[in-house]
T-cell receptor
Framework: DTAVSQTPKYLVTQMGNDKSIKCEQN?????MYWYKQDSKKFLKIMFS???????INETVPNRFSPKSPDKAHLNLHINSLELGDSAVYFC??????????????FGPGTRLLVL | GQNIDQPTEMTATEGAIVQINCTYQ??????LFWYQQHAGEAPTFLSY??LDGLEEKGRFSSFLSRSKGYSYLLLKELQMKDSASYLC??????????WGAGTKLIIKP
């Protein structure tokens, strides 16, 4: 009965490859997020979607493209991977429209290592 | 710019009390979260403060002073399982959540 799940948990790949990370939530939440946590442990928002519509798109390279086929899924596709993309990527969800006070529930993270 | 400051690391003894401070500078303010993150795991929600004062939840309490741009998380009766990073995050006026780098808490027997 996992609330927010991500696959894969670990991803090791070569520079220049294209990869996808999948996220699913079974909480019935309306908003989903992608975060990047670098080696210094800062969590940085990348994207958020509310009911399949993009509401936050921070300054990330356009090699990163989110896709939300329905409100329970938010996938992240990364083209032409670079060494600096190595990080832990967390998916999260919240109940409402993504506003203040909404608790965000995080998935277990995907550890991406680009060689 | 927007900024969240927390100590990088703290050490405390099992059974003791520890206070983890967080100061924030954001464009506007709409509340502050504390999350716990064990090594290699996802952050999990601890508390949310939007009004000044202390919110108590079992062994954990969180305090907010909006005028000072300051919050703290107080952990009582420390247990070994409390060894984790504690992340402070503040909502700005654009409804974006700004995260600190976290405070790594080490509990010693």
């Amino acid at each position: 009965d996992t609330a927010v799940s991500q696959t894969p948990k670990y991803l090791v790949t070569q520079m220049g490859n294209d990869k996808s990370i999948k996220c699913e939530q079974n909480l019935g939440h309306d908003t989903m997020y992608w975060y990047k946590q670098d080696s210094k442990k800062f969590l940085k928002i990348m994207f958020s979607y509310n009911n399949k519509e993009l509401i936050i798109n921070e300054t990330v390279p356009n090699r990163f493209s989110p896709k939300s086929p329905d409100k329970a899924h938010l996938n992240l596709h990364i083209n032409s991977l670079e060494l600096g993309d190595s990080a832990v990527y967390f998916c999260a969800s919240s109940q409402g429209a993504g506003g203040p006070g909404e608790t965000q529930y995080f998935g277990p993270g995907t550890r991406l290592l680009v060689l | 710019g927007q900024n969240i400051d927390q100590p990088t690391e703290m050490t405390a003894t099992e059974g003791a009390i520890v206070q983890i401070n967080c100061t924030y500078q954001t464009s506007g303010f709409n509340g502050l979260f504390w999350y716990q993150q064990h090594a290699g795991e996802a952050p999990t929600f601890l508390s949310y403060n939007v009004l000044d004062g202390l919110e108590e939840k079992g062994r954990f309490s969180s305090f907010l002073s909006r005028s000072k741009g300051y919050s703290y998380l107080l952990l009582k009766e420390l247990q070994m399982k409390d060894s984790a990073s504690y992340l402070c995050a503040a909502w700005d006026s654009n409804y974006q959540l700004i995260w600190g780098a976290g405070t790594k808490l080490i509990i010693k027997p």
